[in-house]
T-cell receptor, first 112, second 115 residues
Framework: LAKTTQPISMDSYEGQEVNITCSHN???????ITWYQQFPSQGPRFIIQ???TKVTNEVASLFIPADRKSSTLSLPRVSLSDTAVYYC?????????????FGAGTRLFVKA | SAVISQKPSRDICQRGTSLTIQCQVD?????MFWYRQQPGQSLTLIATANQGSEATYESGFVIDKFPISRPNLTFSTLTVSNMSPEDSSIYLC????????????FGQGTRLTVV
């Protein structure tokens, strides 16, 4: 499984756009990129998943450059409730024996 | 999607005793996963539990310490045996479902304190 590197923490203010970048230099051809969000005292929650270019859903956007060695999670107009830990994961979804391995994550603090 | 229920949600246990954590899923799933999350840390995978076979443990985790049962496709238990204060942690159950994307669903966790 490819190793990921993220900033340990980030600060932002309400209403700003937040971009969290994850490095995964050893990503393999069949690997997908997935982001999870975790609030205190809860299990992680799926945010978004992608393979290349750009993916957007109702919560966030995921930007993946052509070389796929990094990815950026973009959270538009964050609110206080977006304060959480965000995990970037990389793995092959086609092996039939996939398992989710978590890195250190990025602690996002949104201030009023 | 999947809804996962874990019991107990929290417990305080004496060292040397054992605690069994239950995980119930509202749909049949092939594989279930158990994680440990120590305060302020990320999640560490303990083992993968397949129905009808022995669990597969990650490096640093052994069956004698963390025996796992998987009697059917909707239920699993994790036992933390012969507990010490170092076992104080949050234990989470998870399943992964492929539905156009592959998404992991987590229980709310069991907060264990060993005194």
């Amino acid at each position: 499984l490819a190793k990921t590197t993220q900033p340990i923490s980030m600060d932002s203010y309400e209403g700003q756009e937040v971009n969290i970048t994850c490095s995964h230099n050893n990503i393999a051809t069949n690997d997908y990129i997935t982001w999870y969000q975790q609030f205190p005292s809860q299990g992680p929650r799926f945010i978004i998943q992608g393979y290349k270019t750009k993916v957007t859903n109702e919560v966030a956007s995921l930007f993946i450059p052509a070389d796929r060695k990094s990815s950026t999670l973009s959270l538009p107009r964050v609110s206080l409730s977006d304060t959480a830990v965000y995990y970037c994961l990389v793995g092959d979804l086609n092996t039939g024996g996939f398992k989710t391995i978590f890195g250190a994550g990025t602690r996002l603090f949104v201030k009023a | 999607s999947a809804v996962i229920s874990q019991k107990p949600s929290r417990d305080i246990c004496q060292r040397g005793t054992s605690l069994t954590i239950q995980c119930q899923v509202d749909s049949q799933v092939t594989m279930m996963f158990w994680y440990r999350q120590q305060p302020g840390q990320s999640l560490t995978l303990i083992a993968t539990a397949n129905q009808g076979s022995e669990a597969t443990y990650e490096s640093g985790f052994v069956i004698d310490k963390f025996p796992i049962s998987r009697p059917n496709l909707t239920f699993s238990t994790l036992t933390v045996s012969n507990m010490s204060p170092e076992d104080s942690s949050i234990y989470l159950c998870s399943v992964e479902i492929a539905q156009g994307r592959t998404e992991a669903f987590f229980g709310q966790g069991t907060r264990l304190t060993v005194v």
